[in-house]
């Protein structure tokens, strides 16, 4: 079975650039978090999607933050436009349903903004 | 405030060693405790917990909760240069959010 796939692994931009994520969960999996971490710290949730539908993005900032989940399956992270404190890994997980208790994590993206 | 708490934050030991890491949480609405280990890559998922005083166990490595202290602990024995990662705790929530712990880094010396 194919885990959670990320692309791209490595971004490095310069501030004020826009950047995009991509994310594909496993198949049959409703639920899809994008996640960021930073350096020495565990991951924070920025948005939880069921299906196509955002369920909880109240940790994502959304002047320069967004997200989308079109066909409920694959999602795209957003940031536009970039700052410095944006360098993170930014992680995608998924599981079948929001009850069910483990996630799965993909690769994540590694941003770093010059 | 939803927080878990993971300690010590790093942990250096030799091969052989035996380690405690330990998870303290205040969480509303607790579903289940969650391990996982963290390469350079995605954290893979070691263990999840749900009922107090059942351990759980894989290999070297263990794991135990206590819901009414509020914490879980992993143990790992026999130490290996492989177990170096760190290891990350998080506590599944009624409102399906996983809030994870910062992590504790382990390095284990050959």
């Known amino acids: 079975e194919a885990g959670v796939v990320q692309s791209p692994r490595y971004k490095i931009i310069e501030k004020k650039q826009p950047v995009a994520f991509w994310c594909n969960p496993i198949?049959?999996?409703?639920?899809l978090y994008w996640y960021l971490q930073n350096l020495g710290q565990g991951p924070e949730l920025l948005i939880r999607?069921?299906?196509?539908?955002?369920?909880?993005d109240s940790q994502l900032p959304k002047d320069r933050f967004s997200a989308e989940r079109l066909k409920g399956v694959d999602s795209t992270l957003k940031i536009q436009p970039a700052e410095l404190g944006d360098s993170a890994v930014y992680l995608c997980?998924?599981?079948?349903?929001?009850?069910?208790?483990?996630?799965?994590f993909g690769p994540g993206t590694r941003l770093t903004v010059l | 405030e939803d927080k878990v708490v993971q300690s010590p934050l790093s942990l250096v030991v030799h091969e052989g060693d035996t380690v405690t890491l330990n998870c303290s949480y205040e969480?509303?609405?607790?579903?289940?405790l969650l391990w996982y280990k963290q390469e350079k890559k995605a954290p893979t998922f070691l263990f999840m917990l749900?009922?107090?005083?059942i351990e759980k166990k894989s290999g070297r490595l263990s794991s135990i909760l206590d819901k009414k202290e509020l914490f879980s602990i992993l143990n790992i024995t026999a130490t290996q240069t492989g177990d170096s990662a760190i290891y990350l705790c998080?506590?599944?929530?009624?409102?399906?959010?996983?809030?994870f712990g910062t992590g504790t880094r382990l390095k284990v010396l050959a």
């Open positions: 997980a998924s599981s079948p349903t929001s009850s069910h208790n483990e996630q799965f």
């Open positions: 198949s049959g999996h409703n639920t």
């Open positions: 969480v509303t609405n607790f579903r289940s």
């Open positions: 999607y069921e299906n196509e539908e955002a369920v909880d």
């Open positions: 998080a506590v599944f929530s009624g409102t399906y959010k996983y809030i």
């Open positions: 749900t009922s107090s005083g």
